[in-house]
C-alpha cells in the first residue's frame, strides 16, 4: 500500500493499468460446482461487424454493474461474452470491400467468399470486444464465443434436425418479405415500419358483359394491380350481394376476376371492396389460400418486374408504377389520388423498402413452441422488470406467425438439408452427405443460410456446450437474468425463452431486465441521419469509463429510455474528482493509523456517519436487488458528496490537526477509513477503475476489490437518535451560512451565535457547539433556553424548532451595507417601473403573445417581492 495517490486523477491511466490487472489475475473468471451460489448473464452478442455505440455502452454499463456486484456478494458469477456472425451486416460490409476490390461475391465464388468473410472477422471482428474492455465490463473472456464456432455451430444443426424430425420445421412456398437489395427473405420482426406519405390510388374495375358497371377499390401500390386474381367483399355486405359470384375485368390487362365474399374485408374502410394480389400481399396470400386463387407473381426479386406484368416487364417497380397509373388515367379508370399517409416496411439492414413475395423457403411453426413460452411467464417463473412487458410479450406470442428462417446469403449455418437429384428426396441430416441414402443419387446441399436469430435464440445453452452435457450447462443454466433493450424482446428474448424450454426443458433466465434507449438530449434517437450520434470511445477518452458509467447510471429507470446530457456527464466527471481528492485527504492523515486498532468513543459525527454509511448501503443492496440501479446510483453519489465529503471530512479535520489528543484522532483515523473503504466496494459496480485505484491505496484485505466482500454493516450501526441530533446541528449551521452569505460576511470574519432551544435540542447543541463554531465561522457560540430574551438588532431563522440568531451590531458596515442595498432598490425600482409601462400599454397586450405577456407579469411580481424584501432589510439596519 502507498501512502498517497497522484495529486491529480488520470483516467487513462488508471483504467489501462487495472483492468490490465484483472484480465492478467483471471478475476473475471468462472468455474462450476465450487460451493458457491451460481450467477449468470448472458451478453446480448453484439455484431460481430459492429462498434460500440451509446445502447450498448448502457446495456452493458447494467449488466456489469449487477455482475460485479453479485461476485462480491460471494456468488459464482459468470458473465458470458462472445458475439454474433451477423449474417446479412456481415456479408454486406465484405461485398463493399469486393466492390473496391472491382469483383463480387459471385465472381469468387461461395467458398472463397467464406474464406474472405473469416479474413474480415478475424481482422476486424474483436473490435468491440476491445471497446467492451474500456469501458470495464467484467465478461469471463476466457469462455468467450462466437455463433459460428464448432460448438455453437454443432448446436444449430442439432436444433435445426430435431425440430425438423419434431414436425416443427418444414419447407414450403409462402409469402415472405423480400429484400430486393439484399436479395433475401427477412422474417416480419426484421421489417421496420415507418410512417410515410404517400398515395391511396382509387380504380375502377367494370364488371364482366356490363363496362358501365363497376367496382372501386383503393392501393397504395398500384404495380400490385397487375398481380389481381379477386376482388373480395364482406358476405354481409348488402352493396355487393348480387355481386359476388359475377366477374370483373381487370383493367389494362383484361384479366377476369372473381368477386369473393370473405370475412376479413372491413366493409366500413374505403368502398369495401378490396383488390387480392395473393402473390404480393399476406393477406391476400391467406385469402386467396381459402379461394383457391392463382398466384400471379408479377415483381421480380431485383425489385422489378416480371414477364406476367406484360408491357411493364423489366421496369423497376416504381417506374411501372407511374407508368400503369398514367395508363389507368388514360383509359379512364382512374377515379381519383388521395394523399394518404401509411406505414412503409424497410429492411432493417440496409432500409430499402420491402416487397411481399412468394417463394419457397423453410419456416419454423410457431404455436406449438409459443404456447409453453407464454406459460412460462403467465406463472411466474420468468418475470419482466418492469413488469408492464409482460403484455408486449405475451400479445406478440398469441398472434405470430410462422417463422421465416432460411435466407438468401452465404455468410451464416447453412440450412443442413440435401436434395437428391435422382429421385427429388430432401434429406435433413445431423451429419453432411454425399449420396441420397433412398437411391444412391447425387446429392446437393441447400444453398441457403439460417436466419441470424436462429442461432442466437440457442445463446444461454449453446455458449455453456450444449448439446453436450457439460459441468457449465450444470451449474450456470438457467442463467440468472438477462439484460436487454425493449426493442429486441420478439427478435431475441421471445426465441430463447422457446428454444430453452424447447431442449433444455427449462426457462433460460428467471429474469429480463428491460432497458430503454439512450436519445440524445432532445429527445430524439440518435442516428447517423440526424448527426446526433455520441462516440462512448470520444466520452471515455476525454472523462473516462467511469465518468460515462455513472452517467449512463443517474437518472436511469427499468424499461424507460433516458436523454444524454453533457451537463450531466461533467457532473459525473466532478464527482470522480471530488471522491479522489477526499480520500487524497484521507490518506494524507492516516499517518500512524493502526486499522487493527479499536477506535476510541465515537463523537456524534462519528455516530451519524456509521449510521448513514450502514443506512446507505443497505439502501444500494436492495435497490441493486430489485433493479432500481439509478436509485442505488443516486443514493451513492448524495452520501459521498454531501454527507461524507461535505460534513464529516470537514468534522473530523479539528480532531486529526489535533497532535496532543492522540486517541481523539486514531478514532477520526479509524472512521475516515472505514466508511471510504466499505463506501468504494458500494461505488466499485458503477465506477470500478477509480474505486480499485483508492481502494489499493487504503489498508485492506486482498488482491482486488473485484473480489473483496460486498458490505453488510451490522444494524446496530444505524443509530436514529445520532442521526436526528446531527440533523439539528446542520440545519442550524446551514441556517448561520446563509444568514451570513445573506449580509456578505467575509467568510474569515467570525461572528457570534445566539441559539435559542428547548431542552432535548439545547443539550444537543451545547455538546456539539465546537461544530458551529468551526464550520458556520460562529464565535462566541451560546445556547439558551427557547424561554429566553429573544436578541435585539439580529438576524434570525428557525430550523428544527430551534431559534438561530445573529446579532448584526459590529459585524456590518452599516453604512456600506445601506448604501449597497439603496443601490439595488433603485434598480429595482426602475425595472419595476418599465415592465409596468409594458404592461399598461393596450396595444402591446392586445399584441403580445400570451406567454410573453405572462413572462412580463412574473417579472414584476419578482422585481416587487425582491424590493420588499430589500425595504424590510434597510428598515432593520436603521434601527442597529
Request: hydrophobic share 40%; aromatic share 10%; glycine share 6%.
Amino acid at each position: 500500500m502507498e501512502k498517497n495517490i497522484p495529486t491529480v486523477y488520470d483516467p487513462k491511466e488508471v483504467e489501462e493499468k487495472w483492468y490490465k490487472h484483472w484480465e492478467d489475475n483471471g478475476l473475471f473468471h468462472a468455474e462450476p460446482d465450487t460451493g458457491r451460489t451460481p450467477f449468470s448473464i448472458v451478453i446480448p452478442p453484439p455484431n460481430v461487424t459492429g462498434q460500440l455505440h451509446m445502447g450498448h455502452a448502457l446495456d452493458n454499463t447494467l449488466q456489469d454493474v449487477l455482475i460485479r456486484f453479485r461476485r462480491m456478494q460471494g456468488y459464482e458469477a459468470l458473465w458470458m461474452p462472445g458475439s454474433d456472425h451477423a449474417g446479412i451486416a456481415t456479408q454486406i460490409k465484405v461485398e463493399e470491400v469486393l466492390a473496391k476490390e472491382g469483383v463480387s461475391r459471385y465472381d469468387l465464388g461461395r467458398e472463397k467468399f467464406i474464406d474472405r468473410v473469416w479474413d474480415w472477422k478475424h481482422e476486424y471482428g474483436g473490435r468491440i470486444i476491445n471497446q467492451l474492455k474500456r469501458l470495464g465490463a467484467s465478461c469471463d473472456w476466457q469462455r468467450e464465443r462466437f455463433t459460428m464456432d464448432e460448438g455453437c455451430s454443432a448446436a444449430v444443426r442439432e436444433v435445426f434436425v430435431s425440430l425438423y424430425e419434431k414436425g416443427l420445421i418444414y419447407q414450403g412456398n409462402r409469402i415472405t418479405n423480400w429484400c430486393p437489395r439484399c436479395n433475401t427473405a427477412l422474417s416480419d420482426i426484421e421489417v421496420e415500419h415507418e410512417e410515410k406519405p404517400g398515395n391511396l390510388y382509387h380504380v375502377r374495375y367494370p364488371l364482366e358483359g356490363r363496362p358501365e358497371e363497376y367496382v372501386t377499390v383503393a392501393t397504395t401500390r398500384p404495380e400490385t394491380i397487375l398481380g389481381d386474381t379477386a376482388v373480395a367483399v364482406h358476405p354481409e355486405d348488402e352493396r355487393y350481394k348480387g355481386l359476388v359470384g359475377r366477374y370483373l375485368i381487370l383493367p389494362v390487362v383484361g384479366r377476369r376476376l372473381p368477386i369473393v365474399a370473405d370475412e376479413y374485408v372491413d366493409p366500413s374502410f374505403g368502398t369495401g371492396a378490396v383488390k387480392v394480389t395473393p402473390a404480393h400481399d399476406p393477406n391476400d396470400f391467406d385469402m386467396g389460400l381459402r379461394h383457391q386463387l392463382p398466384q400471379v407473381v408479377v415483381i421480380a426479386p431485383d425489385g422489378t418486374m416480371t414477364a406476367e406484368a406484360g408491357k411493364y416487364a423489366g421496369m423497376d417497380r416504381y417506374e411501372c408504377r407511374k407508368a400503369l397509373v398514367r395508363d389507368l388515367k388514360e383509359l379512364g379508370n382512374l377515379v381519383k389520388i388521395d394523399e394518404h399517409l401509411h406505414a412503409v416496411g424497410q429492411c432493417q439492414r440496409c432500409a430499402t423498402v420491402v416487397e411481399p413475395l412468394v417463394s419457397k423457403q423453410w419456416f419454423v411453426r410457431m404455436q406449438p413452441l409459443a404456447e409453453p413460452a407464454i406459460a412460462a411467464v403467465a406463472d411466474g417463473r420468468i418475470k419482466f422488470v418492469p413488469e408492464r412487458f409482460t403484455r408486449v410479450y405475451t400479445n406478440w406470442l398469441e398472434n405470430i406467425r410462422d417463422w421465416c428462417i432460411s435466407r438468401q446469403i452465404w455468410w451464416g449455418h447453412r440450412i443442413p438439408a440435401w436434395y437428391c437429384e435422382g429421385c427429388g428426396e430432401t434429406v435433413v441430416s445431423r451429419e453432411d452427405i454425399t449420396a441420397c441414402p433412398k437411391c444412391g443419387g447425387k446429392v446437393e446441399q441447400d444453398p441457403d443460410v439460417l436466419d441470424t436469430w436462429f442461432s442466437s435464440a440457442l445463446w444461454p445453452f449453446s455458449t455453456m456446450g450444449w448439446p453436450k452435457k457439460t459441468p457449465e450447462l450444470d451449474y450456470f443454466y438457467p442463467t440468472s437474468v438477462l439484460v436487454t433493450g425493449y426493442d429486441i424482446i420478439f427478435f431475441w428474448v421471445a426465441r430463447m425463452i422457446f428454444m430453452g424450454l424447447e431442449f433444455m426443458d427449462d426457462i433460460p433466465f428467471g429474469h429480463v431486465f428491460i432497458h430503454g434507449l439512450v436519445r440524445d438530449g432532445e429527445g430524439r434517437k440518435m442516428s447517423k441521419s440526424l448527426g446526433n450520434g455520441i462516440d462512448p470511445l470520444d466520452v471515455i477518452e476525454k472523462y473516462g469509463a467511469d465518468t460515462l458509467r455513472f452517467t449512463l447510471m443517474t437518472g436511469n429507470t427499468p424499461g424507460n429510455d433516458m436523454r444524454f446530457y453533457w451537463e450531466r456527464v461533467e457532473s459525473s466527471r466532478n464527482f470522480a474528482n471530488k471522491i479522489w481528492n477526499a480520500s487524497r485527504f484521507v490518506m494524507m492523515n492516516l499517518e500512524g493509523f493502526d486499522p487493527a486498532k479499536a477506535p476510541g468513543e465515537y463523537t456524534l459525527a462519528d455516530r451519524w456517519i456509521l449510521s448513514r454509511y450502514a443506512r446507505t448501503a443497505a439502501e444500494v443492496t436492495a435497490n441493486l436487488e430489485r433493479f432500481e440501479l439509478g436509485e442505488a446510483a443516486r443514493s451513492l453519489y448524495e452520501f459521498i458528496w454531501n454527507e461524507y465529503c461535505d460534513w464529516y471530512i470537514e468534522t473530523a479535520k479539528a480532531r486529526l490537526y489535533d497532535k496532543e489528543n492522540a486517541a481523539a484522532r486514531a478514532t477520526a483515523q479509524y472512521v475516515l477509513w472505514y466508511v471510504l473503504g466499505n463506501t468504494l466496494k458500494l461505488l466499485h459496480p458503477f465506477m470500478p477503475f477509480i474505486s480499485e485505484a483508492i481502494w489499493q491505496h487504503l489498508p485492506h484485505e486482498g488482491e482486488s476489490i473485484v473480489r473483496a466482500a460486498w458490505p453488510a454493516p451490522p444494524a446496530e450501526l444505524q443509530d436514529d437518535a445520532a442521526e436526528a441530533a446531527m440533523g439539528t446541528v446542520m440545519e442550524t449551521i446551514k441556517a448561520i451560512r446563509n444568514m451570513r452569505a445573506e449580509v456578505n460576511v467575509p467568510p474569515g470574519r467570525k461572528s457570534e451565535v445566539i441559539l435559542l432551544a428547548a431542552d432535548g435540542q439545547r443539550e444537543v447543541l451545547t455538546a456539539n457547539a465546537q461544530y458551529v463554531r468551526t464550520l458556520a465561522a460562529a464565535e462566541p457560540v451560546t445556547v439558551q433556553p427557547l424561554t429566553a430574551a429573544k436578541p435585539e438588532n439580529a438576524m434570525t431563522a428557525v430550523v428544527s424548532g430551534v431559534e438561530v440568531y445573529l446579532p448584526l451590531r459590529g459585524l456590518i458596515d452599516v453604512e456600506k451595507e445601506t448604501a449597497r442595498l439603496g443601490k439595488e432598490r433603485e434598480s429595482l425600482e426602475k425595472e419595476i417601473a418599465r415592465v409596468a409601462g409594458k404592461l399598461a400599454n393596450e396595444s402591446f397586450v392586445a399584441k403580445a403573445p400570451a406567454e410573453v405577456i405572462e413572462k412580463e407579469r412574473a417579472k414584476e411580481r419578482e422585481y416587487r417581492e425582491k424590493l420588499a424584501a430589500i425595504s424590510e432589510r434597510l428598515a432593520y439596519l436603521a434601527k442597529i
